[in-house]
């Protein structure tokens, strides 16, 4: 998908408000132009990934994968090897499902003491728990089936619902954040729609 769109130095990804899909590339990428428009858990398979928000940047293996907020960022993906590719599972989902799934499963009974990290990313150590779930959303993909919505859905709350178990504080942080610059670009698209008809 990413790769069909690099031909444009400023790449756009924009899917349903909720979608899984697979990613290979036997081509590295360096600094491109990225524009999510949704939140991306993007759970690295095979080679490296490095990330870039104003001025933050960090670098991914195999062993970890990440939790992007929607707006723009620099990417770059490197294969293991030359005769090698870069593969990773993408998970696109919106900040009305976030939203939802905190309705849902409120986190009041757990403090969160300090300060919230303002993060547009986080990182996380893959454990098996998480390396079985990244495992089965391979084998989803795999089976050539088209995957319901309320399948996606399902899968994305066991993983919130996991993730959420272990590092609250940092998962509240950029829920804040994601909502932070949704609502920036919003008004700001707003603004030029006003100015310009």
């Not at 995957?147 to 829920?175: A, D, M, N, P, W």
């Amino acid at each position: 998908m990413l790769a069909s769109l690099k031909q444009d130095p400023t790449v756009h990804v924009k899917k349903r408000n909720l979608s899984i899909i697979r990613y290979n590339s036997d081509k590295a990428s360096i600094n491109s132009k990225i524009k999510l428009e949704q939140n991306l858990f993007s759970f690295l398979l095979r080679g490296s990934k490095s990330v870039q928000y104003a001025g933050k940047k960090v670098t991914i293996h195999p062993n970890q994968f990440f939790l992007l907020s929607a707006g723009n960022c620099l990417m770059s993906e490197k294969t293991a090897g030359p005769d090698d590719q870069y593969q990773s599972i993408l998970f696109f989902f919106d900040n009305e499902l976030l939203t939802d799934f905190f309705i849902r499963h409120p986190m009041s009974g757990v403090p969160v003491k300090g300060k919230l990290v303002d993060e547009p990313f986080l990182v996380f150590e893959k454990d098996a728990f998480l390396t079985n779930f990244i495992d089965s959303l391979g084998l989803i993909l795999s089976s050539g089936q088209s995957l319901s919505h309320e399948l996606q859905r399902i899968k994305l709350e066991e993983l919130l619902v996991y993730i959420s178990g272990v590092i609250l504080k940092l998962l509240t942080g950029f829920i804040v954040t994601a909502i932070t610059r949704i609502r920036i670009y919003w008004s700001a698209r707003r603004l030029q729609q006003i100015y310009i008809a």
